[in-house]
T-cell receptor, first 108, second 114 residues
Framework: TQLLEQSPQFLSIQEGENLTVYCNSS?????LQWYRQEPGEGPVLLVT?????EVKKLKRLTFQFGDARKDSSLHITAAQPGDTGLYLC????????FGAGTRLTVKP | KAGVTQTPRYLIKTRGQQVTLSCSPI?????VSWYQQTPGQGLQFLFE???????NKGNFPGRFSGRQFSNSRSEMNVSTLELGDSALYLC?????????????FGSGTRLTVV
């Protein structure tokens, strides 16, 4: 059983569409991070959210940390093929634990 | 600046053998964490080292062990390899431990057990 549940597991959309992926847990985290991983490489940090209710924007990506610091979402506006990859959320307390990831495919 | 370096990149071992993987963190980073990534289980936490001390350990059998040297380089060892140990092993380094500091991952070691 994963400490963090990510949904959906798989997502295939057309270029230009919007999407949201979710990361949920019954545990409270001191902070939460989102990573993107491409085949054959390690995950790359996208953002860290620390405060409940915090919203961070990174170009077309919007990250939100839940008020109770148990969940988070990632919204991508006008997705592009370059956004294709495995998106992972990671909850941090004494160590860092990952969700299973959402595999996103953006078709041209 | 140099990133996190993991060696070797690929490894094929026979069941029952043992293997040692290496991770060189970013200069100045004192925390090194290890993860096992498989299609079925995702990224599973193995252990974290900080200043040569193991801080945390995940739910893996004792066949999985690690250590960290005074220069922060870390190694992990898997003894008596099983087919199910086939995975991508990733290490991540950070300046400190247990906080919201960014972790930088290496490209991983792809271990195949036959």
């Amino acid at each position: 059983t994963q400490l963090l549940e990510q949904s959906p597991q798989f997502l295939s959309i057309q270029e230009g569409e919007n999407l949201t992926v979710y990361c949920n847990s019954s545990s409270v985290f001191s902070s939460l991070q989102w990573y993107r991983q491409e085949p054959g490489e390690g995950p790359v940090l996208l953002v860290t959210v620390v405060t409940g209710g915090e919203v961070k924007k990174l170009k077309r990506l919007t990250f939100q940390f839940g008020d109770a610091r148990k969940d988070s979402s990632l919204h991508i506006t006008a997705a592009q093929p370059g956004d294709t990859g495995l998106y992972l959320c990671a909850g941090i307390n004494n160590d860092m634990r990952f969700g299973a990831g959402t595999r996103l495919t953006v078709k041209p | 600046k140099a990133g996190v370096t993991q060696t070797p990149r690929y490894l094929i071992k026979t069941r029952g053998q043992q293997v040692t993987l290496s991770c060189s963190p970013i200069s100045g980073h004192r925390s090194v964490s290890w993860y096992q990534q498989t299609p079925g289980q995702g990224l599973q936490f193995l252990f974290e080292y900080f200043s040569e001390t193991q801080r945390n350990k995940g739910n893996f059998p004792g066949r999985f062990s690690g250590r960290q040297f005074s220069n922060s380089r870390s190694e992990m060892n898997v003894s008596t390899l099983e087919l199910g140990d086939s995975a991508l092993y990733l290490c991540a380094s950070s300046k400190r431990t247990g906080g919201d500091y960014g972790y930088t991952f290496g490209s991983g070691t792809r271990l195949t057990v036959v």
